[in-house]
């Protein structure tokens, strides 16, 4: 594992960052996190003595901000990720996140979630709903995203949309893997979430 001191410093960048971003997002649930998140950027993480093996360098090398892609390819390996899949055509895991800030987070907090998601190329996620209020923020990786019954929109990296409580919503990933930061607030618990089959 590399010195900890050189990652807990792409930590405070990368939580920076993503302040900034979810500052400008020019939704609620981002100007509503950013000010709970930024004194956590000083905090201290326990590292995973080893990396694990997720196959996010696409997503990384294609990300546009080289500061944030490099703070970020510096913590990602030594986090653990709950990894979620198989969704429709593959033997791999083709999803995961991380909680990085909330009730079961890396760093425990009681009034928001904050975290890494992951979807691979050609991955289908079904339509899904819970009470929290949720926000995404694409940092790499152009995607569907569907919410309600509404047709399904492609949302670029810099993007910053909604899901409010209860409303259903999908995601279809075509040539490119999806890397985006998300947040909830509201109703934290997972016990309200559900996905169609």
């Given at each position: 594992m590399p010195h900890s001191f050189k990652i807990n410093r792409h930590w405070q960048q990368f939580i920076e960052l993503a302040c900034t971003r979810f500052s400008a997002s020019g939704t609620n649930i981002g100007m509503d996190v950013a000010p709970l998140l930024r004194p956590l950027a000083h905090s201290k993480v326990s590292w995973n003595q080893t990396p694990n093996t997720l196959p996010l360098s696409n997503s990384l090398n294609t990300m546009t901000d080289a500061n944030l892609s490099r703070s970020m390819a510096a913590i990602v390996p030594w986090l653990t990720w709950v990894e979620r899949g198989v969704f429709n055509n593959s033997?791999?895991?083709?999803?995961?996140?991380?909680?990085?800030?909330?009730?079961?987070?890396?760093?425990?907090?009681?009034?928001?979630?904050?975290?890494?998601?992951?979807?691979?190329?050609?991955?289908?996620?079904?339509?899904?709903?819970?009470?929290?209020?949720?926000?995404?923020?694409?940092?790499?990786?152009?995607?569907?995203?569907?919410?309600?019954?509404?047709?399904?929109?492609?949302?670029?990296?810099?993007?910053?949309?909604?899901?409010l409580d209860r409303i259903d919503h999908a995601t279809q990933t075509k040539d490119e893997g999806l890397l985006a930061l998300w947040a909830w607030r509201g109703d934290l618990s997972f016990d309200n979430y559900s996905m169609d089959a």
């Open positions: 033997q791999d895991i083709n999803r995961a996140y991380i909680e990085l800030v909330g009730p079961q987070g890396v760093l425990t907090h009681d009034r928001f979630r904050f975290g890494i998601y992951w979807q691979q190329a050609h991955t289908f996620y079904p339509k899904h709903r819970h009470n929290a209020l949720e926000l995404y923020h694409i940092v790499s990786g152009t995607a569907l995203w569907q919410a309600g019954n509404q047709p399904f929109e492609a949302r670029p990296p810099g993007a910053s949309f909604e899901h």
